[in-house]
């Protein structure tokens, strides 16, 4: 067995993970590394999802008479908390094209947490759960001295749709997205609506690869160009002018006292988004966008390459003159 990496960068540590694991059984079709597992049973697939969520990592918790940090964005009230726990995995859920259908949480309380934030987590965890129509199975209660978390695993439903996965883009497929970006954590990341509708469309529809934005576009474009040159080298260029930036992203320059770079910053390296991005053939491609029902927009941002030797992955074009795309996006540190 290999030694873990002594780095404290997250995807390394995963990574040596994944090199580690044990054979597995045939009907494990997708094991760790994507957005959700994919589990075989009979005439069908399952989609498997965990996440966690921390104080102080992923929300401040609002506290009567005590000002948070700005650069965390807004307080987030304990229903606030109890549903992000559960539409993170409603996001990889949509990723994967899959229908949720039933998770348990469990919640690391304080110790001595007050009935009404105990209340108010259950709440936000069960109104998002029939939001969403998902069944809410069970889960486990604790307390100690440390912050505040919960972690909440999913099951989803493939219904004879052929998963999307991070792996499958190919040389001539346009990248796409839904949304905009940027600027999240003016309180989109709290209260972000995850695209399980439209998962389920561009997966019905054939799409060569998606994934959540969650970590920042830069960088989960680069996963998805590493997770599908398993297969043959690939790389995307991407057209600065078709990113799409959202208000908050421009807003959030605004505060910084900053312009248009700065805003084009956030959309590019910004995590928690959760908007849908994917890779599609051509004419596929063309069905989508005549047949796209939803509200939220979608538009290409570019198109995969061949990646030739000493290439980066993902480059930039601006003004047609294309240079490398820095990974500036979020890893968490272990």
């Known amino acids: ?27 494990l ?91 108010d987590l259950f709440l936000g965890v069960s109104k998002t759960c029939a939001t969403y129509g998902v069944n809410l199975a069970g889960g486990d209660t ?11 695993s999913m099951i989803g439903l493939m219904n004879g749709v052929r998963p999307a996965l991070r792996a499958g883009m190919a040389p001539g ?49 680069t996963r998805l160009c590493e997770e599908s040159g398993v297969r043959f080298p690939v790389g995307v260029d991407i057209a600065a002018e078709a990113v799409p930036v959202s208000k908050s992203a421009r807003r959030l320059a605004k505060l910084e006292k900053a312009g248009a770079e700065r805003a084009m910053h956030h959309a590019l390296h910004d995590g928690e988004d959760y908007e849908l991005m994917f890779a599609v053939r051509p004419g596929r491609w063309k069905k989508i966008v005549t047949e796209w029902p939803f509200e939220a927009p979608i538009r290409a941002l570019g198109v995969v390459r061949s990646l030739e030797k000493g290439q980066p992955l993902v480059r930039i074009l601006k003004k047609g003159e294309p240079e490398a795309l820095q990974v500036m996006s979020w890893v968490h540190q272990l």
């Open 29 to 119: 079709e997708v094991g760790p590394g994507d957005d959700c597992g994919i589990l075989r049973v009979e005439k069908d697939r399952l989609a498997l999802k965990i996440d966690s969520i921390l104080e102080n990592t992923h929300f401040v918790l609002a506290k009567p008479g005590v000002r948070q940090p700005s650069t965390m964005g807004p307080a987030a009230t304990p229903e606030e908390i109890g549903r992000k726990a559960v539409t993170r995995c409603l996001s990889d859920m949509a990723a994967m094209g899959a229908t949720p259908s039933t998770c348990m949480v469990s919640v690391t309380l304080h110790k001595g947490a007050p009935v009404k934030l105990r209340q």
């Open 173 to 221: 497929d346009v990248i796409a997205i839904t949304g905009s970006l940027g600027g999240s954590i003016l309180g989109k990341h709290l209260r972000f609506e995850p695209r399980i509708a439209e998962g389920r469309f561009l997966a019905d529809n054939g799409v060569s690869a998606m994934i959540d934005i969650s970590d920042g576009l830069s960088g989960d474009l």
């Open 1 to 27: 067995m290999k030694h873990a990496p002594k780095s404290s960068d997250e995807f390394e540590y995963l990574k040596w993970i994944r090199s580690e694991l044990p054979p597995a059984s045939p009907d």
């Open 142 to 152: 604790q307390s100690w001295d440390g912050p505040l978390s919960l972690t909440c």
